[in-house]
């Protein structure tokens, strides 16, 4: 899925740098600054160094009024239109802006849900969107309602009002436990989602280093390719990033690069399985023999495959290992909301044995509201969401798991074969399990994504380099997707090969050019003024009104 619609975007970054001037002015105040920086940075190979040197200077410039101006006059432009759009994509449900001074029925609060749902142009019911939908299947669906009906107001906080919801999380995390190959020892928790899990597992290994080695400066080392959830966790607990290159043709991370980055202050070490961006697989092997040779503890991220290649091999597909038969792993995330099939809100963090699971416990002793213990982030958690995820796994049951992982490997190769045929694109890497990304040497990969959006089809977009990626769900196993899919592709692709250079038009415009804006921070503030507009509603409700529907 998009994360931005970016349309108005373009016009402010245009304005911004037709007019060279205030970026002359820096680049000529700027140079010998830069040059010293490079050097030294050159020297002493700090990446954090020439990163912190780069904010300063854009902070610097900031004091430029012409500049800064100019900046704060775009950034509202941007948040305006954001605005407009958030009303435009919601246009024909009114806002309500007030509790109704009278309880709602029923059937009029089920309508106006239903017509919530439907807004938005993506027919993702039906295989369109790339991921975002794991699962469409409407008797699961009923079961989902049925079961979450039944445990909507449990709180596993409270073990001993509702001790069968904490057995129902206990199960969900043994059955996961031996999925992955743990032995008696492993244990986990069930998490909200996969930022969670990663952000819990960084906690507990930046707390577990600090206690077994006190370390005080912790760093976690990961490939370029780690979800960004890393870097959410490294900004909330203060861990440095090392981020490690990948291995040019397999998008894999480079083991010899990963070694180097090792310190005396690394907590952590990290792959995935696989990627988010290109879906390749790291070598989890060696990363778990690097993690032995200098006693570091492994998280696997298996947040986006790990309820694929856990059944893989027992479907009849290769996979290296990657899970606890690997002596260094020592965690694992894989997301039940993701190919678990369950409702969003539900992932796995599993631990090798409880003194890794102990460091990510809060504990307060001395609390007025008695003694605290609480496992994960949150304190009252959904016990219907715990019901419903061990629901499905029930419902899908070994046999249902390893039919589903069948069928969508084998319809990722089936367009992963397919694509290879095809001219004037290539695949980075080589998917291993539901992921397959493009890129262009012939033409910007994004107007291929444009154009196929054009079609209904949403993927997601890559950076640096450009790509785009789809990632294949049960939902596009169905019938006629996949072909669809080749067949769009082919026929844009032969349309774009005519004119390989028309620069990219639309949306996905602005996303090639943010990529060549070196001042971060201007991309982040209008990302802070895209959050801004999913909160966004207007002043009045006569502001609001399309028609109803
Ligand atoms: C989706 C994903 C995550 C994060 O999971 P959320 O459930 O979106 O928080 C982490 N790692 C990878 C590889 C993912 O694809």
Redesign the pocket.
């Given at each position: 899925m998009n994360t931005f619609c970016l349309n108005p975007v373009k016009g402010f970054i245009n304005n911004l740098f037709q007019d060279k001037e205030p970026w002359q002015i820096v680049t000529i105040t700027s140079t010998t600054i830069f040059t010293t920086i490079w050097l030294w940075n050159f020297v002493v190979q700090d990446e954090s160094l020439i990163e912190r040197g780069k904010k300063q200077l854009f902070r610097l410039r900031n004091y430029i009024p012409a500049i800064r101006n100019k900046i704060n006059k775009g950034l509202n432009n941007i948040n305006l239109s954001f605005e407009a759009e958030a009303l435009q994509k919601t246009k024909g449900v009114p806002f309500i802006l007030d509790l109704p001074s009278n309880g709602m029925e029923k059937v009029e609060i089920l309508k106006i849900v239903q017509n919530c749902v439907n807004l938005g142009g993506y027919d993702w019911k039906n295989g369109k969107v790339s991921g975002t939908v794991y699962v469409s299947d409407s008797k699961l669906v009923h079961l989902m309602g049925d079961v979450y009906k039944i445990a909507s107001y449990t709180n596993p906080l409270h073990p001993d009002v509702f001790p069968g919801i904490c057995k129902l999380e206990a199960e969900v995390v043994r059955i996961a436990c031996h999925l992955f190959h743990g032995d008696e020892d492993s244990c986990g928790t069930m998490t909200t989602?996969?930022?969670e899990s990663?952000l819990l597992a960084c906690k507990t290994y930046r707390d577990y280093a600090r206690h077994m080695k006190g370390i005080k400066n912790p760093e976690m080392v990961i490939p370029i390719t780690a979800?960004s959830?890393f870097d959410k966790a490294a900004q909330y607990l203060k861990i440095k990033v090392r981020l490690v290159p990948v291995n040019p043709h397999s998008y894999t991370v480079s083991i010899k690069h990963m070694e180097r980055a090792i310190t005396r202050n690394t907590v952590m070490l990290v792959g995935?399985t696989p990627?988010?961006p290109y879906g390749t697989m790291d070598n989890i092997e060696a990363i778990s023999n690097l993690g032995i040779k200098y006693n570091i503890p492994v998280h696997v991220?298996a947040?986006?495959g790990g309820f694929l290649i856990c059944f893989m091999p027992k479907a009849g597909f290769n996979i290296p290992p990657f899970d606890f038969k690997l002596p260094g792993v020592t965690s694992i995330s894989a997301?039940t909301?993701?190919y678990g099939y369950a409702p969003k809100g539900s992932?796995i963090i599993l631990y090798r044995n409880k003194s890794y699971r102990h460091h990510q416990y809060t504990i307060t002793t001395d609390w007025l509201g008695g003694i605290y213990g609480s496992p994960t982030v949150n304190g009252s958690r959904a016990g219907g969401v715990i019901a419903s995820c061990w629901a499905t796994l029930m419902y899908f049951g070994y046999d249902g798991y390893i039919n589903a992982t069948t069928n969508i490997i084998l319809t990722t190769k089936y367009i992963e074969q397919n694509l290879r045929k095809m001219d004037g694109i290539f695949i980075f890497g080589t998917p291993a399990t539901s992921v397959i990304a493009l890129g262009s040497n012939d033409f910007h990969i994004y107007k291929l994504s444009e154009a196929l959006n054009a079609k209904g089809w949403n993927l997601n977009p890559l950076q640096f380099p450009s790509g785009i990626h789809i990632c294949v769900t049960s939902v596009h196993t169905e019938p006629g997707v996949a072909n669809k899919f080749l067949k769009d592709v082919e026929t844009e692709l032969s349309i774009i090969l005519k004119n390989p250079n028309i620069p990219v038009k639309g949306k996905l415009a602005i996303y090639g050019m943010s990529q060549t804006i070196s001042d971060r921070t201007i991309v982040g503030d209008f990302t802070k003024y895209f959050l801004d507009s999913m909160y966004y509603t207007p002043k009045n409700q006569t502001a609001s009104n399309g028609p109803e529907i």
């Open positions: 989602g996969g930022t990663i979800h959830a995935s990627n988010f991220d947040c986006l997301d909301h993701k992932s």
